[in-house]
């Protein structure tokens, strides 16, 4: 039985905006259980021109229970929505707007931009408050942002969180955490369709009970010892954690592909060319196959020819949600264990939604070039640590960093250079399922902190034992932890989590 019964009317809609409506409230009500929204029927509402009249609204409409109008014309101040306590309106029009800076966006936009206003103007009812209530003047990533340049709106959609700042209102105004939790699957959602994916109904299992149990009985494996420096430094939460794709490899992470090609894990970093060889020919029926490099120079060059074979705009995206985008049916211990850690960051260079998944609701995920979102979030003093995907995420193409071409792109980004070598000379960092064979930013990143010299940003890094001399002798100044098997991996992680105040 749904706690909260919210009524919809609608205003000016035509057939297609109709259908819309009826699929979003599809998945508003998959989402969560706990708001029911009903429709109503239709209304007029004060116009100004050929627009609806906000102003005039909020003194004629004066409902006992809350009503949200839904019109698929314009607004005349051209916001998207406005909520007035227990009266809320939500515009269908112009939604493209949000994402003009795109080159391109997935077929579900609309459907995130529109479920993304009932997200909105709800948790403005339930607080019992307006528009400038919560608002957030600068663009952080958070429901209640602004966005006063539109295309920013794009942003507030993939990232899709609740700022502790609004949370700590909501709690102060009477909204439960059921409540909360509630408006946050719903932006869940949001990022899944903004992201280009559809929606999970049934995300996988969280299984706090088991993490528990595996944190408590934890014991470090075999001779393996944690540097005094690494367990102070977390207790401390000054480390950032940085995620390989190695992580997605562990052998309780479950992935479900396709039958096109036939794939039943992720691939490894050296894999990619044989898989984007298996796009070409899939895609553009022409058989190209992955030249043996010495370099990784030749390396990131050959990803380059695959990306133009198969067309920067036309199959390349295609063929990267592809390789990175398998439903995820069990993350695996190791990377839920991640986020139980006393940690400020997580980075990750793996494009694959496996991190994603072990999140708990309400972490944002940002990408590099959210870069200057993801430095505010963690400057107000969230208590989620973020998901940054510091190479891009597999559904937005705009995003990836995988070739020559695309390394220098992000060269480029001021406001991710300086946020990696703020991290990275700052924070304690430790490396998780990491190679050390492909980041190129990374390898500049390690190098600028080693050569500033930062007493604080001190590096460890969890490997196979057999990886360990080459890490060590290419990077002198990363402490190497060394284990012996896949499964000692999670082990140590819990150990990490149990002695240093993790939850």
């Not at 809320?88 to 459907?111: G, K, N, T």
């Not at 959210?370 to 107000?380: G, L, V």
Request: charged share 25%.
């Amino acid at each position: 039985m749904a706690r909260h019964q919210m009524n919809l009317f609608i205003h000016a809609m035509d057939e297609t905006q109709m259908n819309q409506l009826k699929q979003v409230l599809e998945l508003f009500h998959q989402a969560q259980d706990v708001i029911e929204l009903t429709l109503r029927g239709e209304r007029q509402l004060p116009r100004y021109g050929n627009r609806v009249n906000w102003d005039q609204m909020v003194p004629e409409i004066q409902p006992e229970t809350p009503e949200i109008y839904i019109t698929g014309d314009g607004l005349a101040d051209n916001w998207f929505t406005h909520t007035h306590q227990k009266i809320a309106i939500i515009s269908m029009r112009d939604w493209e707007v949000a994402f003009l800076d795109d080159d391109q966006y997935p077929i579900a936009a609309p459907d995130a931009n529109l479920l993304l206003s009932f997200a909105l103007v709800i948790f403005l009812i339930l607080i019992n408050g307006t528009d400038y209530d919560v608002v957030h003047e600068r663009t952080i990533g958070c429901l209640c942002d602004l966005c006063a340049h539109k295309p920013d709106r794009a942003i507030k959609m993939r990232t899709a969180f609740i700022c502790n700042r609004c949370r700590k209102l909501a709690s102060q105004s009477g909204v439960s955490a059921v409540e909360l939790d509630a408006i946050q699957a719903v932006c869940e959602c949001v990022r899944a369709l903004a992201l280009g994916r559809t929606p999970q109904t049934h995300a996988p299992k969280a299984q706090e009970d088991v993490l528990d149990n595996f944190i408590e009985d934890s014991i470090l494996p075999g001779k393996i010892t944690i540097p005094i420096r690494l367990m102070e430094a977390c207790r401390e939460k000054r480390v950032t954690v940085v995620v390989g794709s190695g992580l997605s490899l562990q052998n309780d992470v479950r992935i479900i592909y396709g039958d096109k090609f036939g794939w039943t894990r992720l691939p490894s970093w050296s894999e990619v060319p044989q898989r984007l060889s298996r796009a070409v020919k899939y895609y553009r029926n022409k058989t190209i196959e992955p030249r043996d490099v010495e370099t990784l120079e030749e390396f990131l060059t050959d990803l380059d020819y695959f990306r133009t074979v198969l067309g920067e705009k036309m199959y390349y995206p295609r063929a990267i949600f592809d390789i990175f985008t398998p439903k995820i049916e069990n993350p695996g211990l190791a990377n839920r264990l991640i986020y139980r850690l006393p940690i400020q960051w997580i980075l990750t260079t793996n494009y694959d939604f496996v991190l994603s998944y072990s999140a708990p609701p309400g972490t944002p995920v940002f990408t590099w070039r959210e870069a200057m979102q993801a430095r505010e979030y963690i400057d107000s003093g969230n208590y989620h640590p973020p998901l940054l995907k510091i190479h891009g995420c597999a559904s937005r193409a705009d995003t990836i960093v995988l070739t020559k071409s695309e390394y220098r792109q992000l060269g480029e980004h001021a406001e991710y250079l300086s946020l990696m070598n703020t991290v990275f000379q700052s924070q304690v960092v430790l490396f998780l399922g990491f190679g050390f064979s492909d980041p190129l930013d990374i390898d500049s990143a390690i190098r600028q902190a080693e050569l500033a010299g930062a007493a604080q940003g001190e590096k460890f890094a969890l490997l196979p034992i057999e990886k360990a001399n080459a890490i060590q002798e290419k990077f002198a100044n990363i402490h190497v932890i060394t284990y012996e098997q896949h499964d000692d991996l999670p082990k140590i992680i819990a150990h990490l989590v149990k002695n240093t105040g993790g939850h």
